[in-house]
């Protein structure tokens, strides 16, 4: 299969309880207890989210591997959206398909219908430029989108601890994302940070096996994954120790892989 610049990324948000109060009259506990009562579920629509964290893992057409982590108060919601945009740019490019000047191919777990229409909101509050090639999906790889050939109405179920069980990851194991907003009041922010980097490791892993479904050869399929576990095992990033504490035994045990050593 053809190689290209992959950028996998996941965000963590806090809510906007002002923005809650300011369009609903009422303060946020309520304005989740009636959304329950609605809808069934007290999850906040995309625009009542603030980014607080957003972590990438780049990996090039030969599989050299670099992460990122970024976090930040609620202050810093406008510089951690401008980040992201500046990835996608330098992965994607910023041109129409036709002239564009990217190779490369964003991966998320539900990007399409979370993160990215979060960061879009919250980009319209600042008037950030942003690229509307991550709405592509021939250049935006959402991998359960991808798994239910497409057909929003096809995913359900098809959630990221639910397929990280099924293929042997850990799931959530550090934290659960109904606790990030606890860990953000007190003032724990770089496990948010560490979270949102597991999140990350284990979408990309899921994506390599959706590559190897869609006929990524087995030799290639392995090679991926032995780069990423030397990455994953030679860094000394403080947030990468964290995540592979979590991910080292899937990784070399239940991957599909005879030796990543």
């Given at each position: 299969?053809?190689?290209?610049h992959i950028?996998?990324?996941?965000?963590e948000t806090?809510?906007d309880s002002?923005?809650?109060e300011?369009?609903?009259?009422?303060?946020?506990?309520?304005?989740?207890?009636g959304?329950?009562?609605r809808?069934g579920?007290d999850?906040?629509?995309?625009?009542?989210?603030i980014?607080?964290?957003?972590?990438f893992l780049?990996?090039d057409?030969?599989?050299?591997?670099d992460v990122?982590?970024?976090t930040g108060?609620?202050a810093d919601e406008?510089?951690l959206?401008?980040?992201?945009w500046?990835r996608?740019n330098e992965t994607?490019?910023t041109?129409?398909?036709?002239?564009?000047?990217?190779?490369g191919l964003?991966v998320?777990f539900?990007?399409?219908e979370f993160?990215?229409?979060v960061l879009?909101l919250?980009?319209?509050k600042y008037?950030?430029r942003g690229n509307?090639?991550v709405?592509?999906p021939?250049?935006h790889?959402?991998?359960?989108?991808?798994?239910?050939?497409?057909?929003?109405?096809?995913?359900?179920g098809l959630?990221?601890?639910?397929?990280?069980k099924?293929t042997?990851?850990p799931?959530?194991a550090?934290?659960?994302?109904?606790?990030?907003q606890?860990?953000?009041?007190?003032?724990?922010?770089?496990?948010?940070?560490k979270?949102?980097?597991?999140?990350v490791?284990?979408?990309?892993?899921l994506f390599?096996?959706c590559?190897?479904?869609?006929?990524?050869t087995?030799s290639?399929?392995?090679?991926?994954?032995?780069s990423?576990s030397f990455?994953?095992?030679?860094s000394s990033?403080?947030?990468?120790k964290?995540?592979?504490?979590?991910?080292?035994d899937?990784v070399?045990?239940t991957l599909g892989?005879e030796s990543v050593?």
């Amino acid at each position: 299969m053809t190689r290209q610049h992959i950028l996998a990324f996941d965000v963590e948000t806090y809510p906007d309880s002002e923005l809650v109060e300011a369009t609903s009259g009422t303060d946020l506990a309520h304005f989740r207890e009636g959304l329950k009562q609605r809808t069934g579920s007290d999850f906040l629509p995309p625009v009542y989210h603030i980014p607080i964290a957003i972590a990438f893992l780049r990996v090039d057409p030969v599989d050299h591997i670099d992460v990122e982590v970024h976090t930040g108060s609620l202050a810093d919601e406008r510089a951690l959206i401008e980040v992201f945009w500046q990835r996608c740019n330098e992965t994607l490019g910023t041109e129409d398909r036709a002239t564009r000047n990217g190779t490369g191919l964003l991966v998320s777990f539900n990007g399409t219908e979370f993160d990215i229409p979060v960061l879009e909101l919250r980009s319209l509050k600042y008037a950030l430029r942003g690229n509307m090639l991550v709405r592509d999906p021939a250049v935006h790889f959402d991998v359960p989108l991808f798994l239910a050939n497409y057909q929003p109405a096809r995913r359900r179920g098809l959630r990221l601890l639910t397929l990280s069980k099924l293929t042997g990851l850990p799931g959530k194991a550090m934290i659960e994302g109904s606790q990030v907003q606890s860990y953000f009041d007190a003032g724990r922010l770089a496990e948010v940070g560490k979270y949102c980097l597991l999140d990350v490791l284990q979408t990309y892993l899921l994506f390599l096996r959706c590559q190897l479904l869609a006929g990524m050869t087995q030799s290639e399929y392995e090679s991926a994954i032995r780069s990423l576990s030397f990455f994953l095992s030679a860094s000394s990033d403080p947030n990468v120790k964290g995540a592979f504490a979590y991910l080292e035994d899937a990784v070399r045990n239940t991957l599909g892989v005879e030796s990543v050593s």
